[in-house]
């Protein structure tokens, strides 16, 4: 394989947005795959088939509620299975499965089972074999679960089995986590599997090709690619076809010859799932102009029974769409453009109202129209593509230079942005003197290939993506690394720190520290600045591409990296292992602030990361876009009003793809995400006017995003506490900010009526300028466990006194906290009765509890025992309500989230206790809706203001009243859906009453 091949596959791989599970090294990962891929046979050994028995664990029964057959893993992973399905258990039930199979011949086997490793929780299961009416083998399995990771695993036992019929049957052992059972082996081959895990494609339905190029009449050679979609390898490279055959050498195949069979086993995915397999043809090394080219395709290596399919295009790129079990599902085989064609004959069909035009452009509604140049080569494809992506409403395709240009304005799309990355290798070393050089190279380079290809391409680009989903540093690396090394001393020398904080005699011996070895305070000190090192080692390769990208690209054109919302939504405890947003924000490390709403707390989510960025930017009043994931039609539409209303002004409606070009690429399949995608982008250009320049209210709530109970906490009791308190307050129409430790250092608290603080840990300045706002009159809220630790997790005082207890203990329990994987088998400890001014009602405990033992506070709730759960004191004009449990984790526990469907499980009493403060500081709320969780916010801009209504209730409403309290006068009150409303005033309050099904804009027209 050519070096020109390995780098185009290992930039492919790069910019493949989805792997593995969150947190690994997706470039190392996808090399390892690929090069086990490229060394491996691609047809599996005859005898190895002949000495197993295969089984897929979704074919076990009898199947119920206890035992059944799930959609892939069942769960959120993105590793394939080897079939369409898993055997799934929620971890428990007497309930057992069994399938009878043929052992081929006696002897000793192995007896391999693939399922979910889900960390470290307890719960396993049982396989029994029986022949001849004994028991033959009968083994655990999941016993010694290892670490947090969620990834496929392999695991054996070994076995003597007779020749004949042999019944398996799976049990669960111990009750516990949820189990998923992939398939199992039973293989007397007990090498196999030694040196490296099994590969259920070795016992896959065989796949084989061959083509026979007519026109133009040249000799040709084809490159022969495939792209899986579920990963963890996308991409794999075949080599060139021959008269010999695909990857040995040779003489270029005659036209009007049928090349060699060419197996694709191990290429393609499994079952029903399609893989795409492109040939690029080439005559005497270069690309060919059109192709005339029949294939045939089967399941054997034979002409019999082979299925043929002919292709005439423009362009070097043919591409097939293969099924992995052909012989079961011979009519999914295609080809793409006719894939194609049938995209854009349906979208025609939707017969979608017009958008006006020149279509407006100030709210970028972009998507992703991906594999021209890779997939395919045809012009006629990418206009029937790009004609889809228009019709949906987008008006913003990304990197439209030269041909993708053209062939957009054609389709009336006329703006762009691009995916001109940081370079890779500078994020390994951040403090490597040649990373300035390495990446203005790359900058003025990459300008100077967009000119050449395409003088007017820069005019027309509004934002330069510099990276996708990017982690942070390694302390491992800064230990050993000279140059981050030197580098950690002279940040720690511009913080005014000295060897002595950190127990040193001099600057030779400091050096990073991880947090095993943070012991005493010296070591603590040092293990705390070397994560702040970490993040701002990286941070400022990300200000170096943003200077370098304005430099040579344009000043007009915003930066972002793509943040993984993994750490604010229930994959993940936090920001800890990412960047960090509040400094990226703080020192402008890009122009504008960007995450995605993968949300798994429930679709309604897609409002936090938003306001989590903007907040983040706030320094510098960055403006925030977002992608919107626009598979799932039900939730699109409310999604996207969540994200506008909250002050996006950029949305990705990700991603259109084609599919088969594109792993995340769906919509482009569903006809139901492109009618809801097609009217939600319509209504967003009717309102474009107010939308473009409009701003969100100020916030009269905040919530605390500390840095210091990150780096010493490392659970996520906290993140899912600070996120749940956040809906609970948005459920009732509170606009709500988040502050960092340094915004609050700043003096950022000022501005706001209450503060609910939930982080434990905190900088001592922090703490003493909560304390100073607290006694001018704000309201501060906190929860157990919050307050009372410093950045360096030593004890603090500071914040306690506030409280007028005589004594408080908390107590953590060491599990995990996620809305979806870990609170649904999580049962309540306690149970507090709350009172007023809270609410009268009963709450279930979940995680931390704390015992108080008030001085001079009110008690305002209590556990079951009759002790105080809940506190309120008098603190010069302020308040303080401490919470001994995590009342937000009640309301998430007892909603029961789901990833994608509109959760109604939230009970209103838990809501009320939450939100209580907000109350009794009088917070305004410039929307109000008279039903709960009608996600609503008023934006204002100088042409009007427009109210933004998300019914996240689940059932449509028949009345619904809005109380509005616009800034500026208003003349009249307009419904985007029902027209003209009659508006009640009371003074400057306005209040209209209207049906609303899922979301809907109130126009208040000056």
């Known amino acids: 394989m050519t070096l020109a091949t390995t780098e185009l596959i290992l930039e492919r791989l790069l910019c493949a947005r989805r792997s593995i599970p969150k947190g690994a090294n997706t470039m190392l990962v996808h090399v390892a795959f690929l090069i086990a891929v490229l060394t491996t046979g691609v047809a599996a050994e005859a005898p190895l088939r002949s000495a197993s028995v295969f089984v897929e664990a979704e074919e076990f029964g009898p199947l119920s509620q206890v035992w059944r057959a799930g959609a892939r893993w069942a769960d959120d992973i993105y590793s394939p299975t080897s079939g369409d399905a898993v055997l799934a258990n929620d971890g428990g039930g007497t309930d057992e499965v069994a399938k009878t199979v043929e052992v081929p011949t006696a002897g000793a086997y192995n007896v391999w089972v693939r399922y979910l490793r889900i960390g470290e929780y307890k719960g396993s299961f049982g396989l029994r074999i029986a022949q001849n009416e004994q028991t033959v083998f009968n083994e655990k399995y999941r016993t010694r679960p290892k670490g947090a990771g969620w990834e496929p695993t392999w695991e054996k036992f070994p076995a003597t089995l007779q020749a004949g019929p042999a019944t398996l049957t799976l049990y669960i052992d111990e009750p516990g986590i949820r189990q998923r059972i992939d398939c199992l082996l039973l293989t007397s081959r007990l090498d196999y599997g030694e040196k490296t895990p099994p590969d259920y494609h070795d016992f896959a339905p065989q796949v084989f090709f061959r083509y026979q190029f007519h026109e133009p009449a040249v000799p040709t050679t084809a490159e022969v690619q495939s792209y899986v979609r579920r990963g963890p390898v996308y991409y794999h490279n075949l080599g060139w076809t021959t008269q010999t055959g695909l990857g040995t050498g040779g003489d270029p195949i005659p036209a009007g010859e049928w090349s060699p069979w060419c197996a694709l086993t191990k290429v393609v995915d499994t079952d029903k799932f399609l893989a795409t397999v492109h040939l690029h043809f080439r005559s005497g090394g270069e690309p060919v102009a059109e192709a005339k080219v029949d294939f045939q395709v089967n399941s054997v290596a034979a002409e019999a029974g082979a299925h043929t399919l002919h292709e005439d295009l423009d362009g070097d790129i043919v591409t097939l769409l293969i099924p992995g079990n052909l012989a079961r599902y011979p009519d999914l085989l295609e080809l793409a453009s006719t894939n194609t064609r049938r995209h854009v004959e349906n979208a025609r069909g939707l017969k979608l109202p017009p958008i006006k035009a020149p279509r407006p452009e100030g709210i970028k509604l972009e998507t992703q129209i991906c594999g021209f140049g890779g997939m395919y080569n045809s012009k006629r494809m990418l206009a029937e593509e790009m004609e889809v992506g228009s019709l949906l409403g987008a008006n913003s395709f990304a990197d439209l230079v030269g041909v993708n240009r053209q062939v957009a304005a054609e389709q009336g799309v006329r703006r762009t942005f691009l995916n001109q990355w940081i370079p890779y290798q500078a994020l390994p070393c951040p403090c490597n003197p040649g990373n300035p050089r390495l990446i203005e190279d790359f900058y003025v380079k990459a300008a100077e290939k967009i000119r050449r290809d395409d003088p007017d391409a820069l005019t027309v680009a509004y934002r330069n993506k510099l990276y996708d989903e990017p982690g942070t540093g390694n302390l491992d690396h800064i230990a050993q690394c000279a140059n981050c090394s030197s580098a950690f001393r002279e940040y720690l020398r511009r913080q005014e720190l000295t060897p002595q904080d950190f127990g040193k005699q001099d600057w030779t011996e400091v050096n990073v520290l991880k ?446 009243t809005v109380t509005l309290q616009p800034s500026q006068p208003v003349k009249t009150v307009e419904s985007l859906k029902q027209g003209k409303l009659k508006a009640t005033r009371r003074g400057k309050v306005l209040e209209v009453t209207l049906p609303l099904a899922t979301t809907d804009m109130l126009f208040l027209k000056p």
Not at 790 to 800: S, V
Not at 824 to 838: F, H
Not at 881 to 888: E, M, S, V
């Open 515 to 960: 947090r095993d070895a943070a012991t005493d305070p010296p070591s603590r000190r040092l293990y705390y600045w070397s994560v702040q090192f970490r993040d701002e080692s990286v941070m400022r390769v990300f200000k170096l591409g943003t200077e370098m990208s304005e430099k040579h690209l344009g000043d007009g054109i915003l930066t972002n990296a793509n943040f993984t919302n993994g750490g604010l939504s229930d994959w993940a405890g936090g920001l800890i292992d990412g960047p960090d947003w509040f400094l990226f924000g703080r020192e402008r490390a890009q122009s504008l602030m960007w995450s995605e709403d993968w949300t798994s707390m429930g679709p309604e989510g897609t409002g936090y990361p938003v306001d989590v960025l903007r907040s983040a930017g706030s320094p510098h009043n960055l403006p925030v876009g977002m992608y919107l994931i626009s598979y799932n039609a039900e939730t699109l539409p409310l999604r996207t009003y969540s994200a506008l209303m909250h002050g996006a002004k950029i949305l990705n409606f990700y991603c259109y793809g084609p599919w088969y070009a594109f792993c995340d690429g769906s919509v482009s399949e569903s006809l139901p995400a492109q009618k809801a995608l097609a009217a939600v982008t319509r209504e967003v250009a009717r309102a474009e006017d107010l939308l473009r320049d409009a701003n969100t209210p100020p916030a009269q709530v905040a919530v605390s995003f500390f840095k210091s109970h990150e780096i010493w906490q490392q659970d996520t009791a906290i993140q899912v506490e600070r996120r749940n308190t956040y809906l609970a307050l948005t459920h009732e129409n509170y606009p709500v900010d988040f502050l960092d430790e340094a915004l609050v250092e700043k003096g950022k608290l000022s501005g706001y009526r209450v503060f609910y603080l939930v982080d434990s840990d905190l900088s001592r300045k922090a703490a003493a300028a909560i304390k100073t706002w607290v006694t001018g009159g704000g309201t501060l809220v906190t929860c157990a466990g919050a307050g009372l630790r410093d950045e360096y997790d030593e004890e603090l005082d500071t914040l306690k006194d506030l409280l007028s207890v005589a004594s408080l203990e908390v107590t953590k329990p060491k599990r995990g906290y996620r809305e979806r994987y870990d609170l649904p088998a999580y049962q309540p400890t306690d149970t507090v009765t709350c009172s007023a001014p809270l609410e009268a009602c009963q709450v279930p405990v979940m995680g931390y509890r704390e015992a108080l033992t008030p001085a001079a506070a009110t008690v305002l709730a209590t556990f079951a025992d009759g002790k105080p759960a809940a506190l309120r004191n008098t603190v010069g004009k302020g308040s303080v309500i401490r919470f001994g449990f995590l009342p937000a984790l009640a309301y998430a526990k007892d909603a029961g989230p789901s990833a994608t469907q509109v959760v109604t499980g939230y009970l209103d009493h838990e809501r009320r206790v939450i939100t209580a403060a907000a109350r009794l500081a009088n917070v305004a709320r410039p929307v109000e809706c008279s039903v709960p969780r009608v996600e609503a916010n008023l934006l204002t801009s100088p042409k009007g203001a427009v109210a933004l209504l998300a019914n996240w209730t689940g059932q449509p409403l028949e009345k619904l």
